[in-house]
């Protein structure tokens, strides 16, 4: 970029002669007065007279006077001063503000200051190497001047001026093509105009040309030099205009600089401030009556109202073809160095932005040349657009052909930022598996389900995923082993990475993508993985005195906004067969009591002689009832045989040979049996829940 301060050389000059003797005396706006040393009046008297009177007068010889010369001057003097640069009265009008694609101004006063008539050529010409030091950017063009004759230091014309103009004739105002002249008589002055098109020219370019004034009194000086006849102006122009820097902040659930939303938290809101600022350059002005405009993406919404700086104004125009809402701030001015913020509160639509994944709000400004408030909908109504969108996604947001490619983008003083924020929607679920029942000695293996529903990747080092087994009572016959996870649906079981203390972990290599839908369809689940342990009963509790022992399983996913994800429970319980043995006692007198069977027992209570002690004497029946329950509420059993060992007994009472079983009251499938030493009661099948009877008795020996 060009400097706009000039060092000039000889901007306007003249000369100062008398009677046609240059002095080389130099001036930057006015001429002095040069003479064209016009011929002198030269006055002799003469006189005849005669001696005596009458008759007697003699005539005498003519007498002359001395001679009277009166030298006559011609004097031509004039100045051409530039009236808009910082000074009113020198040969430059510098720095003169010049907007792209519209005309710039230039005044001049060119005044006779001398006593005669004199006739001016005036032209306006491109910039001149030889006027200034430093090259400017572009020459200005040539142009056709208008002028109005004026008495020198402004009024209105005498009579007797305006008679002197009609007589000359000369126009007391109009306008000349460059090259046209202009007649003043002395005392006159003529404001002199003339306007350039600045062109489609950028902010800092510096444009130069000339406006001379050539006298035609003192071209025809023949000492007169070219510095002398022709006096100089400089016209300098500056392309000045705004140059907008855009800074978008946002701010969400604490965070004071919003780059991700938890789309999952109570309070999804996010706060927007817009801050602009009229950078200062070289070239900076203020900008008056633009517009700041932000589009909303797709799924936030404007909630309540828009704070504005005083002066400005909002309009909220609806939204867009593609449905986005619009907001609309005027801003009346905005000075060089100075800035503003608007700001206002957003609600979001968790479906969309979920879908989306992630979202950057820009915001752009709109700003005409000629100061009238734009439509930013109207492409002709604007010259400025600036955008945060510096990567020109939406080139007509971001597109200032006059503002320098230095001064607008990443790195430069108007560099426009806003925030791009990922909404994170972590969803994980875990499928939850039935109670199960297990053997005296067996296992039995839960299988549950983890499924990434949500639209961010899981597992790995960022989101690492940990599964705590809980196992309450390590010393009940019921323990956990063999974690496992799957991921091709149980095909293949490889063990998890343990971390102790009943806590694994998914390898690092697993990762759970998720399968997100687009916008406005239902999302699908993404992948999975399955994941299992097996209970073990080791042996130990064959009577089945302690029946069951609940684990649980939780999921825990790490990484930030990590869900939480419902703890289940795994209740397993030993099963299998649970034997009772009870008695009941028929008094007999003597050897003639016949033991009772089949519905004879009905009648008998039987107890088990734990709270009452059961007493018998000789010949009286002890009957016996042993039953065999299948505690699995599932499963059958099968080959039970439930025996009894006569030698417990056989030395003092006597079998009655009536053994008897039933299965459910039936004596279907089933086998009773005496070997001599056991009796016994061999049930084909108990199905779950189901029991198998075998009674018997014995009479005491006398």
């Known amino acids: ?121 005036i032209e306006t010409t491109g910039n001149n190497s030889d006027i200034v ?72 370019d510096i444009g130069v040309g000339t406006l001379t004034a050539t006298s035609t009194f003192i071209s025809g000086v023949t000492d007169a030099t070219e510095a002398q006849k022709k006096l100089i102006n400089e016209n300098q122009t500056i392309v000045k205009l705004p140059v907008f820097k855009i800074e ?108 989306a994944g992630s979202a950057t709000n820009h915001a752009t400004v709109y700003d005409s040349y000629d100061d009238t408030t734009p439509n930013p909908d109207d492409t002709n109504s604007y010259d400025i657009t600036d955008s945060t969108d510096e990567n020109g996604t939406d080139p007509s947001t971001d597109n200032s052909p006059n503002v320098p490619e230095d001064a607008d983008g990443p790195g430069t003083p108007g560099e426009d930022t806003t925030p791009t924020i990922t909404f994170t929607d972590r969803d994980i679920s875990i499928t939850d598996a039935d109670d199960q029942e297990v053997a005296v000695e067996g296992e039995v293996t839960y299988t549950h389900t983890i499924t990434n529903n949500g639209n961010e990747d899981e597992g790995g080092t960022d989101r690492p995923i940990v599964i705590t087994i809980t196992d309450p009572d390590d010393t009940n016959p019921l323990s956990v082993s ?30 759970l993508v998720p399968n997100t839908a687009a916008d406005g369809e239902t999302p699908t689940p993404g992948s999975t993985v399955e994941i299992g342990y097996t209970v073990v009963s080791d042996g130990t509790n064959a009577d089945i005195d302690v029946t069951k022992e609940t684990n649980t399983i939780t999921v825990t996913p790490g990484g930030d906004f990590a869900p939480t994800v419902p703890t289940l429970t795994n209740e397993t319980s030993i099963q299998g067969l649970k034997l009772v043995k009870l008695a009941a006692v028929v008094a007999g007198t003597d050897s003639s009591l016949t033991c009772p069977t089949g519905s004879g027992l009905d009648s008998l209570t039987f107890t ?19 039953t065999a329950t299948n505690t699995f509420t599932t499963k059958g059993l099968s080959n039970v045989t439930v025996s009894d060992d006569k030698t417990q007994w056989n030395t003092q009472a006597s079998y009655q040979n009536d053994v008897a079983g039933l299965i459910d009251g039936s004596a279907t499938g089933v086998t009773d049996n ?19 009877t075998m009674t018997f008795s014995i009479k005491v020996n006398p």
């Open 482 to 511: 063999s974690p496992y996870y799957s991921t091709d649906g149980g095909t293949t079981k490889l063990p998890l990475v343990d971390n102790g203390g009943g806590t694994y972990q998914l390898p690092d290599d697993v990762i």
């Open 133 to 204: 030091t430093q090259e400017p950017s572009y020459a200005l063009d040539s142009a056709p001047i208008d002028y109005i004759i004026q008495p020198i230091g402004g009024g209105t014309l005498s009579q007797e001026q305006s008679d002197a103009l009609t007589a000359l004739g000369q126009a007391e105002s109009g306008t000349i093509n460059s090259g046209g002249s202009i007649q003043l008589p002395p005392g006159l002055e003529a404001a002199l105009s003339y306007q350039v098109d600045t062109g489609d020219k950028t902010g800092g």
């Open 674 to 692: 005496d070997t001599g030493e056991v009796i016994t009661s061999t049930f084909a099948t108990l199905p779950a829940e189901g029991t198998g």
């Open 248 to 355: 978008k902040s946002a701010t969400c659930q604490t965070k004071t600089n919003c780059n991700s939303l938890d789309l999952n938290a109570a309070d999804t809101d996010i706060d927007y401030s817009i801050k602009v600022t009229n950078v200062t350059t070289n070239y900076s002005v203020e900008a008056d009556n633009f517009v700041i405009r932000d589009v909303l993406p797709k799924g936030m919404t404007l909630k309540g109202n828009v704070t504005i700086p005083g002066g400005a104004t909002v309009v909220t125009t609806g939204t867009d073809a593609d449905g986005r809402q619009i907001i609309d701030v005027t801003v009346p001015s905005l000075a060089v160095g100075e800035d503003l913020t608007v700001s206002f509160k957003v609600e979001i639509d968790v479906p969309t932005l979920r879908a």
């Open 1 to 121: 970029m060009k400097s706009n301060t000039f060092n000039y050389s000889v901007l306007a000059v003249g000369v100062a002669a008398l009677m046609g003797v240059s002095t080389g005396a130099m001036a930057t706006t006015s001429s002095g007065a040069v003479s064209n040393g016009a011929a002198a009046i030269e006055n002799m008297a003469t006189a005849v007279y005669s001696v005596g009177t009458g008759a007697d007068a003699v005539e005498q010889p003519p007498v002359k006077s001395n001679k009277v010369i009166v030298n006559i001057s011609e004097t031509a003097n004039f100045s051409l001063v530039a009236i808009d640069g910082a000074s009113a009265t020198d040969e430059k009008n510098e720095d003169i503000a010049a907007t792209p694609n519209t005309m710039t101004e230039f005044n001049h006063i060119l005044a006779n200051n001398g006593n005669v008539t004199d006739t001016y050529t």
């Open 608 to 626: 088990d002689g734990t709270t009452t002690a059961i007493d018998a004497t000789p010949f009286d029946c002890i009957v016996y009832e042993i």
